[in-house]
């Protein structure tokens, strides 16, 4: 956040930016937890399963980067207009 503070935006952009920067950072720190406890709790059965587990929390990962991307676009896009 501080160096988008330099950018000399109005202040209605640095709020959502702000914004965005907090709600991904809140969804990764959420999204990754229990899925690190799954894994490591399920994926003691072998290695192909724990593989599996892998794949899907890099799936869902990806996939609330996205959407928190989108969102963000979408805010971006409104404030805009």
């Known amino acids: 956040m501080p160096q988008?503070?330099?950018?000399?935006?109005s202040p209605e952009y640095l709020r959502l930016f702000a914004?965005?920067?907090?709600s991904?950072?809140?969804h990764a720190a959420l999204g990754s937890l229990p899925?690190?406890?799954?894994?490591?709790?399920?994926?003691?059965q072998s290695l192909p399963q724990e593989q599996q587990?892998?794949?899907f929390a890099f799936f869902l990962a990806v996939?609330?980067?996205?959407?928190?991307?989108?969102?963000?676009a979408a805010l971006l896009l409104l404030a805009r207009g």
């Open 53 to 55: 587990f892998t794949r």
């Open 4 to 9: 988008i503070a330099h950018l000399g935006l």
């Open 35 to 44: 899925m690190v406890s799954l894994i490591l709790g399920l994926a003691k």
């Open 19 to 22: 914004a965005i920067q907090n």
């Open 63 to 72: 996939f609330n980067v996205a959407m928190v991307a989108l969102a963000g």
């Open 24 to 26: 991904a950072a809140g």
